[in-house]
């Protein structure tokens, strides 16, 4: 089965920052990823699907690249809301396996 | 509005069983794709199973085949997973999620459900 590794594990930056996470898949997954953002103690959120388009009502800071193996969800500019973990998800076919996450915090 | 709504979940002892079930409203049922995905307390999001429109497609994980039965009635709106010879390392909550199709391709969860807590011990 394909391995999806986030990182970093987690990170700390200033309101305002530029941040980006990284997703690697162990296998080539087209460009069939997609990213979620759960905050504490909340289902998680559809962010952006098809590696890099943004789900309806999703703010615009945050964007995601990539295709094949190495992807990338951005905050252009982290805000206090923002405040949670991401997660990765691959679903070019079965297992849909998530990545093990990024927390993210404010500075 | 799209509400997914599960219910079952409760304390079981190891190699004991639980049907989870999930209540969908607020959109066309048979049009989609479900998913169940759990969560350990602490930890990540695990992929459980996902079931098509009109059951002739299943997926599961490892850890769950021969085990775990996903299932759905489309008269109901409801989608089901039933869980055999549960281990304490299934103990997580347990989330439905709608699966949309985009294009050619079916998406992970656009809407989840608030989740079941599912806890395996003795």
């Known amino acids: 089965d394909i391995q999806m590794t986030q990182s970093p594990s987690s990170l700390s930056a200033s309101v305002g920052d530029r941040v980006t996470i990284t997703c690697r898949a162990s296998q080539g997954i087209s460009s069939y990823l997609a990213w979620f953002q759960q905050k504490p103690g909340k289902v998680p959120k559809l962010l952006i699907y098809a590696a890099s388009t943004l789900q309806s009502g999703v703010p615009s800071r945050f964007s995601g690249s990539g295709s094949g193996t190495d992807f990338t969800l951005s905050i252009s500019s982290l805000q206090p809301e923002d405040v949670a973990t991401y997660y990765c998800q691959k679903y070019n076919s079965a297992p849909w396996t998530f990545g093990q996450g990024t927390k993210v915090e404010i500075k | 509005e799209v509400q997914l709504v599960e219910s079952g979940g409760g304390l079981v002892q190891p190699g004991g069983s639980l049907r989870l079930s999930c209540a969908a409203s607020?959109?066309?049922?048979?049009?989609?794709?479900m998913s169940w995905v759990r969560q350990a307390p602490g930890k990540g999001l695990e992929w459980v199973a996902n079931i098509k429109q009109d059951e002739s497609e299943k997926y599961y994980v490892d850890s769950v085949k021969g085990r775990f039965t996903i299932s759905r009635d489309n008269a109901k709106n409801s989608l089901y997973l039933q869980m055999n010879s549960l281990r304490a390392e299934d103990t997580a909550v347990y989330y439905c999620?709608?699966?949309?199709?985009?294009?050619?391709?079916?998406?992970?969860?656009?809407?989840w459900g608030q989740g079941t807590l599912v806890a395996v011990s003795s």
């Open positions: 607020g959109f066309s049922f048979i049009s989609y794709w």
């Open positions: 999620a709608r699966n949309p199709r985009v294009g050619s391709a079916v998406i992970p969860g656009d809407y």
